[in-house]
């Protein structure tokens, strides 16, 4: 009782707790360093900051030390790490989310102002302030990252914080994995809880699918397990509705079967001296190759297949990557991708899941600029309406060329296979869906209307040329969109209205509407 009272105390400022606060361990060694928080003094952004110190020593960190800058720069995008908050906070228990979550409440009822917070796992989201805040309180899950199989071996407990790329490992052991993230860093709780399109997405649909049970912590600090039996509402609102109901801090993932996988990535000569793209072998091949792979005849669950079309220094480049989760070598179902006779380039080969995803990680790059990126799902189309969407992303860019870092990317991949028990309403086993992503990096933030209205328009044509053909479909994949779409408006009539029902449920003073700062609001 005593930890509680003292727990949720909300302290006043003051530098003398402070500073003996700190503990020396996190300290940073240099003299210039202000150990203060980017918050104005005695603000209820301060004062939590002091508290979750005197409460967490060693967990809480401010500009200018290691642990913060550390964050700071382990986030995938500029845009992320261009937002500072006043202070971090490094949970390592379920405890510790409680406790924050109780000092948040306290710090903010006497304060003018509540105090705004932002929760980050692997940071992989890519626009400014999905998962950081600048001037508030960023709380960081990647310490719960722990990863049990259960004694039949058939659900893994991972806490939400882990990266894909440490729990495949360890899941490997057993001959076992998970629906989870393809590229080094992606984590599990900003995947999960948004969707989850994998390697897995024609046998074993969304992530989200495939969780038994979420462990949360309610705005109130209250922990609860919920699933399928207890809090129904919220098991099936957290499928799907990312961060507007709880802090998650792990997930109980469906554990199944695997051994070797087959596939990799293949990289096409693209001749585009003559700019007649649609007379490109490469990219005729890999449209027709598309069609091929989307039609029903060809229907293959194991398969998947992406075009990942890019510009990047003036220059056209044109991959494709293909996976068999079962560990055959090009099956049928892929052979139009690896057919294609303008392959430069291929690394394809078997291994288990986390040589496979490691080894695919390496082709995109580690961390990226400032970046902006768009989405839009679509039934499966002809050649030439593939042909269309490859040729309106080439003239698209082209003329911005010269920008500075340009680095853009159109790519196409299959939506997952639902079985329907989301929040996202899709038609279960629907197959004929693609997913479509334009993105673009560059460096220099003059450039950013420049970019910005450049993906805009190539994404408004492509959907023009998909709507003209009758192919254009409403639904916005959470995990890709940029914040301006709306993603609960685009999943059909009552996604939007369940979500709230759930969120005034669970978070009456709607902390995760009004504080949590980053990511999608249902209001
Ligand atoms: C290079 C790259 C590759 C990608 N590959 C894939 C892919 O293969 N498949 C796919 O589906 N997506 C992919 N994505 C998109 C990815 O799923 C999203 O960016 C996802 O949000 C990343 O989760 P995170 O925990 O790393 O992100 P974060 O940026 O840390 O969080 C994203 C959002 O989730 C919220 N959140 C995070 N943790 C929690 C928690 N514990 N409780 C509540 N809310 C939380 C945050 O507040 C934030 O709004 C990729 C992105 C990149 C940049
Ligand atoms: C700090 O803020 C609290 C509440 O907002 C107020 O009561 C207190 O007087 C302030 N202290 C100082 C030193 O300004
Ligand atoms: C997975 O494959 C990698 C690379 O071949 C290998 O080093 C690792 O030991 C394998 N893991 C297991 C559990 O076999
Ligand atoms: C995993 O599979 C390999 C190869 O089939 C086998 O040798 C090993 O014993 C299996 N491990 C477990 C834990 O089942
Ligand atoms: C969908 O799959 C999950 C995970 O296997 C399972 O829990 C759920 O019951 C399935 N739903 C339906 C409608 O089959
Ligand atoms: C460009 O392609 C067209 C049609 O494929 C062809 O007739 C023409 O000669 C080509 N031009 C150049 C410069 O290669
Ligand atoms: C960014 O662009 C602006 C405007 O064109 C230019 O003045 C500036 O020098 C550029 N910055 C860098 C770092 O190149
Ligand atoms: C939301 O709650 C209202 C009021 O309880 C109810 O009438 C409505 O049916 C609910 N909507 C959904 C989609 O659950």
Redesign the pocket.
């Known amino acids: 009782m005593l930890r509680l009272v003292l727990l949720t105390l909300c302290l006043r400022a003051s530098a003398n707790i402070h500073l003996a606060g700190v503990p020396p361990h996190v300290r940073d060694t240099s003299p210039a360093a202000p150990l203060t928080p980017r918050a104005a003094p005695n603000s209820s952004t301060a004062r939590l900051c002091l508290s979750l110190e005197d409460a967490h020593p060693g967990k809480l960190a401010y500009p200018g030390q290691a642990v913060y800058d550390a964050a700071q720069e382990s986030y995938y995008s500029a845009n992320q790490r261009s937002v500072q908050p006043a202070c971090l906070f490094t949970p390592t228990s379920v405890d510790d989310v409680s406790s924050f979550m109780r000092l948040l409440q306290e710090c903010s009822r006497d304060g003018s102002s509540p105090v705004l917070f932002a929760v980050r796992s692997g940071g992989h989201a890519l626009f400014t302030g999905a998962a950081n805040i600048d001037g508030g309180v960023t709380v960081d899950m990647r310490q719960l990252n722990s990863v049990t199989l259960s004694s039949d071996g058939k659900t893994a407990t991972i806490g939400a914080g882990a990266a894909f790329t440490d729990v495949y490992p360890q899941l490997d052991e057993h001959n076992v994995t998970v629906v989870g993230g393809r590229v080094t860093g992606i984590a599990a709780g900003g995947y999960v809880s948004g969707g989850g399109a994998s390697l897995f997405g024609r046998s074993h649909g969304w992530s989200c699918d495939n969780v038994y049970a979420y462990h949360v912590v309610l705005a109130n600090g209250e922990q609860r397990r919920v699933s399928s039996s207890v809090d129904r509402d919220l098991w099936l609102a957290l499928k799907g509705g990312s961060n507007n109901f709880a802090i998650i801090t792990a997930f109980e993932l469906d554990a199944f079967a695997q051994g070797e996988l087959w596939g990799g990535s293949v990289t096409y000569g693209l001749d585009v001296s003559n700019t007649s793209l649609s007379a490109s072998s490469t990219l005729r091949g890999l449209a027709d190759a598309y069609v091929d792979y989307m039609s029903p005849a060809g229907y293959d669950h194991n398969a998947e297949a992406q075009i990942i079309l890019g510009f990047v220094g003036g220059a056209f480049v044109a991959q494709s990557s293909v996976f068999n989760v079962e560990p055959v070598a090009y099956p049928p179902s892929l052979a139009p991708f690896t057919d294609i006779d303008t392959i430069v380039e291929q690394n394809l080969f078997s291994g288990n899941v986390s040589h496979m995803v490691n080894t695919f990680s390496q082709t995109l790059p580690a961390e990226v600029a400032l970046t902006y990126a768009l989405v839009y799902s679509f039934s499966a189309t002809d050649a030439a309406g593939y042909l269309d969407l490859f040729s309106i992303f080439y003239d698209g860019f082209e003329p911005i060329a010269a920008t500075?870092g340009l680095q853009a990317q159109f790519l196409i991949q299959p939506q997952p296979v639902t079985n329907g028990t989301n929040a996202m309403r899709l038609a279960p086993d629907q197959r004929d869906v693609v997913m479509a992503s334009v993105t673009a990096v560059y460096s220099?933030s003059?450039?950013r209307a420049l970019v910005e209205s450049t993906v805009d328009g190539v994404f408004q044509r492509q959907k023009a040329s998909l709507s003209s053909q009758g192919k254009l479909l409403p639904f916005i994949y959470l995990n890709y969109a940029d914040v301006s779409q709306d993603v609960f408006g685009s999943w059909g009539t009552g996604a939007r209205e369940f979500l709230q029902n759930v969120s005034s449920k669970y978070d009456p003073l709607g902390v995760f509407q009004k504080q949590l700062v980053g990511g999608f609001k249902l209001f």
Request: aromatic share 0%; no cysteine; charged share 25%.
């Open positions: 500075a220099n003059s450039d």
